[in-house]
T-cell receptor, first 111, second 112 residues
Framework: DAEITQSPRHKITETGRQVTLACHQT?????MFWYRQDLGHGLRLIHY???????NKGEVSDGYSVSRSNTEDLPLTLESAASSQTSVYFCASSERFYGYTFGSGTRLTVV | QQPVQSPQAVILREGEDAVINCSSS?????VHWYRQKHGEAPVFLMILLKGGEQMRHEKISASFNEKKQQSSLYLTASQLSYSGTYFCGTERYGGSQGNLIFGKGTKLSVKP
C-alpha cells in the first residue's frame, strides 16, 4: 500500500545545531508540503513543492529550507535550531483537487 | 488570511448534532475538512470545490457558500468516534495551487 512516512518520530536537539527531518511518500504525488503545528495556531505552512527541483516558501519559512531531488522525498532542514522551532512537524502530499495525506509527524524539541 | 473557525470547542452527547463553521476573508477556490485525534495526524474528510456539490462522509456533510467564502461542517447523530479536532483548510483564488491555509481548529468532544 502507498504511504507517507516521517522520521524520526521524536527528536531532541540543542540550540544552534542543524537538524533534518525526513519525509518519504510512495503515492507518486507531485505536491508535497511541510507544516508545523503549535497549540493555538493550528497548522502553518513552512515550505512546499510541486515537483522535482521545485521548492517554495510558505508563511513561516524563516530558518527552514527544503530540497526536492526526486518525487518521493522532501527533507526539511532547520539551519540553526532555535527554541521557537520546538513544535510538531507534519509532512503531507497530494494531487490538486484531492485531499492531503499526512505523515505521522515528528515531535521536535530544541533545548 | 487564516480562516476563522467557530466555535472553538463544543461538547456533545452521543446522538446530538453539531455545526462547525469556517469563514475566510479571501475568495476561495476550495475548502477541505480534516479531523485530527489526539497524538495523531490529521485525516482528510472531504473537499468542496467552487461550483461543486455538497459532500458527505458517513453521517458528516459539508456545504460551501462561495459568495460568502464560508463553509460549514454538519455532524449528525454524533458518535463517540467523532471526537477530535476539526480543521478547515482553504485554497484561495490567486494563491498557489493546491496550497491550503488551515484554521485553528474546533475541538469536538462527544460524551456517552
Amino acid at each position: 500500500d502507498a504511504e507517507i512516512t516521517q522520521s524520526p518520530r521524536h527528536k531532541i536537539t540543542e540550540t544552534g545545531r542543524q537538524v533534518t527531518l525526513a519525509c518519504h511518500q510512495t503515492w507518486n504525488h507531485n505536491n508535497m508540503f511541510w507544516y508545523r503545528q503549535d497549540l493555538g495556531h493550528g497548522l502553518r505552512l513552512i515550505h512546499y513543492s510541486y515537483g522535482v527541483q521545485d521548492t517554495n516558501k510558505g508563511e513561516v519559512s524563516d530558518g527552514y529550507s527544503v530540497s526536492r531531488s526526486n518525487t518521493e522525498d522532501l527533507p526539511l532542514t532547520l539551519e540553526s535550531a532555535a527554541s521557537s522551532q520546538t513544535s510538531v512537524y507534519f509532512c503531507a502530499s497530494s494531487e490538486r483537487f484531492y485531499g492531503y495525506t499526512f505523515g505521522s509527524g515528528t515531535r521536535l524539541t530544541v533545548v | 488570511q487564516q480562516p476563522v473557525q467557530s466555535p472553538q470547542a463544543v461538547i456533545l452527547r452521543e446522538g446530538e448534532d453539531a455545526v462547525i463553521n469556517c469563514s475566510s476573508s479571501k475568495a476561495l477556490y476550495s475548502v477541505h475538512w480534516y479531523r485530527q485525534k489526539h497524538g495523531e495526524a490529521p485525516v482528510f474528510l472531504m473537499i468542496l470545490l467552487k461550483g461543486g456539490e455538497q459532500m458527505r462522509h458517513e453521517k458528516i456533510s459539508a456545504s460551501f457558500n462561495e459568495k460568502k467564502q464560508q463553509s460549514s461542517l454538519y455532524l449528525t447523530a454524533s458518535q463517540l468516534s467523532y471526537s477530535g479536532t476539526y480543521f478547515c483548510g482553504t485554497e484561495r483564488y490567486g494563491g498557489s495551487q493546491g496550497n491550503l491555509i488551515f484554521g485553528k481548529g474546533t475541538k469536538l468532544s462527544v460524551k456517552p
